[in-house]
């Protein structure tokens, strides 16, 4: 599986944008799709799952009521739609499909494959 994350950019503090993540090489339909970040200086941390049937939703408490995560299993897409942004959510912003059974799970090392980041910076 290729995943290509894109959408990336610089807005100012409130503002919003939407990631998208477009996967080739395979069908993600029956896969857990994640999100994660990585800011300067800083390990990479969970933001946002979902099960592929988008039945089970999961976020960071950090992203909780301002981001949301969707799929589009016809299109091999994941988004990740981040409204009322904040300077602490820079950082460059990765995709990741798991091909575990179960739910969206936060923990890194039960993704299988990653995008190659976008980076989304929020001016103050």
């Known amino acids: 599986v290729q995943l290509q994350a894109s959408g990336g950019g610089l807005v100012q503090a409130g503002g919003s944008l939407r990631l998208s993540c477009a996967a080739s090489?395979?069908?993600?339909?029956?896969?857990?799709m994640g999100w994660f970040r990585q800011a300067p200086g800083k390990e990479r941390e969970f933001v946002a799952g979902?099960?592929?049937?988008?039945?089970?939703?999961y976020y960071a408490d950090s992203v909780k009521g301002r981001f949301t995560i969707s799929r589009d299993n016809a299109k091999n897409t994941a988004y990740l739609q981040m409204n009322s942004l904040k300077p602490e959510d820079t950082a460059v912003y990765f995709c990741?499909?798991?091909?575990?059974?179960?739910?969206?799970?936060?923990?890194?090392?039960?993704?299988?494959?990653w995008g190659q980041g976008t980076l989304v910076t929020v001016s103050s």
């Open positions: 990741a499909v798991s091909t575990l059974p179960g739910g969206p799970t936060r923990w890194i090392v039960n993704y299988d494959y």
């Open positions: 090489g395979r069908t993600i339909s029956t896969y857990v």
């Open positions: 979902t099960s592929w049937s988008f039945t089970s939703t």
